[in-house]
């Protein structure tokens, strides 16, 4: 531990002078390509036209531009918008085999989930198509480690290489791997019981805190640990290795676009580009939870260029990125389809820039801070194509980078709505305090049931948990998915307990928050925590109760039979407070539908 002392005294000195010098061997700027045939858009493109920016006229099976240039020609299945399952049928999704062979080592490795996961991992009520249970037979703990890393942790971090690639790489240098490989290990083990956790946590300490290369496989091992650290809440720990990873990064000159590019491999510099904003992306969670300070590396000057779309990636075919300011400037034109990792980056931005600063602002700049970030906020939602808001493809596949954007966006709009003492995750100490008395708390209206107007904070909130009526496995989602989750559960109990708008629909959603939490909680000791501080709240500020006419022994029917019918179907009022439109596909309050799997009483956490 005494390196990462070290480590944390010499950083900002560190990051200051290496942010102006830190630059990759190769400083030239390549020339901007010519684009002009990239604003001709179809629906569906190969992915030869797309990684060069061209029109494809998307013939099936083969385009004809790839026929005349004689290329393997073949669409990425998990494109979302093709609806047609007749189309999709045709698409082949694989390069056809060339005579040099395939293009990576199938070896022992499975592209689909392990056998561990099972039906209880998801709340009742969410679904998961038959062949993503799929099952393997890896021939050694460490394959097993590495299928659940790729399966659970990946999706909402993925800084490294798709898996196929990545086992290529650690093949051909293995020695550049170890550091890096002991961290997967142990974030694999954190999904199954098969293999213990303690021993691949020591060892991945240990040499987090001994000497380490400066390689970017020493940032992603660091990063990715620092992320296991927050979600196990050693924020002391989380802390010292993301000052670590960052410091690491700005000496590369990971900040600088010249670095990706300088890379021979497109897969390798794609992955790289990725991990300098999984890097910013976890500095501006950690900002908003109030668990300590680390460098900023907002104030790291950086060129780097925005990460492209999954399907790409996964393909290995990566296209021509855009600028930073290239995506401004196509936003500021209307442009909308860009990667679900750009608008995940920039509503982060909006975070960082906007909400965070709100609450430490002075009184007579926070009207103004407050109207800035709600409407940048509701204008990033607005921009999101509706084919990807969907978050679903009619394959299946999960867009859970996106859902991470959206759900990042109603927290804010939440954040920007409770009082600034109630932050960090220690709800039990700072519920007392009350809710803000902020714009939105003009006249609220008192009712027996339900409210209205709704107030826009409900409004964020029902939009957050409406995102789980997709198909989202609980244990895929970020380690610090319980720190947006608790703010959505503070907006519903402030409603219940001192906005005077209890009600048996919050209640089931405070209910069903707790249960995510806990399922979530299988694997990270954030969730559980919070999940049971949650649960000590209501029990000590909400009667157990579901309806004023409530009496012991009624019945679940009974009870939902009070609720009229207007109130669980009542769309919101979304009267705006600034002056821009209300979007009706973003703020829907329906009620969650019931499901037998469900407790059969929702006054359990109340009880319990």
């Not at 970020?478 to 307990?497: E, I, N, P, W």
């Not at 954030?526 to 004023?548: F, G, H, M, T, W």
């Amino acid at each position: 531990m005494g390196m990462m002392s070290r480590d944390r005294e010499d950083t900002a000195g560190s990051l200051s002078r290496q942010a102006s010098t830190a630059s990759s061997p190769d400083s030239s700027e390549p020339k901007p390509a010519n684009r002009s045939k990239a604003n001709i858009r179809v629906s569906l493109a190969c992915v030869q036209c797309r990684s060069k920016h061209v029109k494809c006229d998307a013939t099936l099976p083969a385009c004809n531009r790839c026929q005349q240039e004689d290329k393997p020609c073949f669409y990425a299945k998990s494109r979302r918008g093709i609806r047609d399952p007749k189309k999709r049928s045709l698409l082949p999704d694989k390069p056809p085999a060339t005579s040099a062979g395939p293009i990576f080592s199938t070896s022992t490795y499975s592209s689909g989930p392990p056998s561990v996961q099972s039906l209880r991992d998801l709340p009742g009520g969410w679904t998961v198509k038959s062949e993503s249970l799929a099952t393997i037979s890896p021939q050694s703990g460490k394959e097993l480690l590495l299928d659940l890393f790729y399966s659970y942790f990946h999706p909402s971090y993925p800084c490294l290489p798709p898996k196929r690639f990545f086992f290529n790489h650690v093949e051909s240098d293995p020695n550049s791997y170890d550091f890096l490989l002991s961290v997967i290990n142990f974030c694999g083990s954190l999904y199954t019981d098969q293999v213990s956790s303690d021993e691949l946590l020591e060892a991945a300490c240990s040499a987090a805190c001994g000497s380490l290369p400066y390689t970017v496989q020493t940032v992603q091992g660091l990063l990715l640990l620092s992320i296991t650290a927050f979600g196990m809440m050693r924020f002391e720990h989380h802390i010292g290795w993301a000052n670590r990873a960052v410091t690491i990064a700005v000496e590369l000159g990971m900040n600088r676009k010249a670095f990706a590019d300088a890379a021979a491999d497109s897969v390798l510099a794609e992955s790289y580009r990725r991990t300098w904003w999984c890097l910013t992306l976890q500095e501006s969670t950690r900002s908003l939870c109030d668990v300590g300070t680390a460098p900023a590396i907002t104030d790291v000057e950086s060129d780097v260029d925005l990460p492209c779309e999954e399907w790409e990636y996964d393909s290995g075919i990566i296209p021509l990125p855009i600028s930073q300011s290239q995506y401004e400037t196509q936003v500021s034109q209307g442009q909308s389809e860009f990667s679900s990792m750009a608008y995940l980056i920039d509503i982060c931005k909006i975070q960082a820039d906007l909400v965070a600063p709100y609450h430490e602002a002075s009184e007579d700049k926070k009207p103004e801070i407050f109207e800035r970030a709600d409407s940048r906020i509701c204008d990033w939602l607005r921009r999101i194509p509706k084919w990807k808001m969907n978050l679903v493809d009619p394959d299946g596949a999960v867009d859970v980078i996106l859902y991470h954007g959206v759900a990042i966006a109603h927290v804010n709009r939440l954040r920007l709505r409770q009082s600034a003492p109630r932050s960090g995750l220690n709800i039990r100490e700072y519920f007392p305090l009350g809710p803000a008395k902020g714009p939105d708390r003009k006249g609220q209206l008192v009712k027996n049931f339900g409210w209205s107007p709704n107030p826009i904070d409900i409004q964020a909130a029902n939009s957050y948990c409406d995102l789980f009526r997709r198909p989202f496995p609980v244990r895929s989602l970020r380690a610090v998915f319980a720190a947006g989750t608790l703010r959505v559960a503070l907006a519903y109990l402030d409603a219940c307990v001192f906005l005077g708008l209890d009600s048996p629909v919050i209640r089931e959603r405070i209910n069903r928050l707790v249960q995510i939490l806990t399922t979530h909680g299988e694997t990270w000791p954030l969730s559980r925590k919070v999940a049971e501080d949650i649960k000590c709240v209501a029990k000590e500020y909400l009667a157990p109760r579901i309806s004023q006419s409530w009496r012991p022994g009624i019945s679940e029917s009974e009870a939902w039979a009070a609720v009229p019918n207007s109130l669980l179907s009542e769309a919101p009022n979304l009267a705006p407070n600034f002056g821009f439109e209300s979007y009706h596909p973003v703020y829907q309050v329906e009620a969650w539908p019931m499901n037998d799997s469900w407790p059969a009483t929702l006054t359990d956490i109340y009880n319990a």
